[in-house]
């Protein structure tokens, strides 16, 4: 069973701006990640928070994805953008990390509303 995408921000548009090959390429990895599988090329990203991590997609200039799958609702999209240094920038990793915030602040709310 897939499990349902969670674009937060401008994650859906950011990637929907990519070049086609880059944003087919990066809708394939989301979609192995929906399917319990791991991307083809990925590595943690923990300055974001624990459990962000990112795709590395490599096709003409470097794009990145940053995402949580750790929850059992479904896969949260958190950021996504093109690689234009060797260094992730500062400002990447911060939206990543504000965005990831957000969510767990969200879902703690939610799970005191239900008692």
Do not use: C, N
């Amino acid at each position: 069973m897939e499990k349902p995408l969670f674009w937060l921000g401008s994650s859906r548009s950011d990637i929907r701006a990519f070049p086609v090959r880059a944003r087919r390429a990066a809708g394939f990895q989301l979609l192995r990640i929906q399917q319990g599988l791991e991307p083809t090329d990925w590595k943690p990203v923990t300055s974001a928070g624990a459990g962000v991590r990112e795709i590395r997609v490599q096709v003409g200039t470097a794009h990145r994805v940053f995402y949580v799958a750790r929850f059992s609702e479904g896969v949260y999209v958190l950021h996504a953008f093109e690689k234009r240094t060797r260094k992730t920038a500062k400002k990447d990793i911060e939206l990543a990390r504000e965005r990831y915030k957000d969510l767990l602040e969200r879902r703690r709310k939610e799970d005191h509303g239900k008692g």
